[in-house]
């Protein structure tokens, strides 16, 4: 999956669900995705509630549940600052 088809999926997961009400950055290897908290994404760098440091492929297999995030996090695949709380609100996302 390319970075640009990563970032619709997530934009179309948040306009069926809505935002979150806290603002969360996926930190890529490819680029950022930027969720704010009423659910609008975008490729900005901006400052995050929670900024979740994970390679483009883990967070593919993150959203597609075929990686679980408590062993992600336990193995270092993806590196959480900031919030852990809103960390936590991204299973309502995915």
Do not use: R, W, Y
């Amino acid at each position: 999956m390319t970075f640009e088809v990563l970032t619709e999926k997530i934009k179309s997961l948040a306009a069926t669900k809505g935002g979150i009400g806290s603002s969360i950055k996926f930190a890529t290897d490819a680029g950022n995705v930027f969720l704010t908290a009423d659910g609008n994404v975008s490729n900005d760098d901006s400052a995050a509630d929670c900024t979740i440091k994970v390679s483009q492929s883990d967070l593919e297999e993150l959203m597609s549940g075929d990686l679980n995030p408590m062993t992600a996090f336990m193995f270092g695949k993806l590196k959480i600052d900031g919030d852990m709380g809103v960390a936590m609100k991204l299973k309502d996302l995915f």
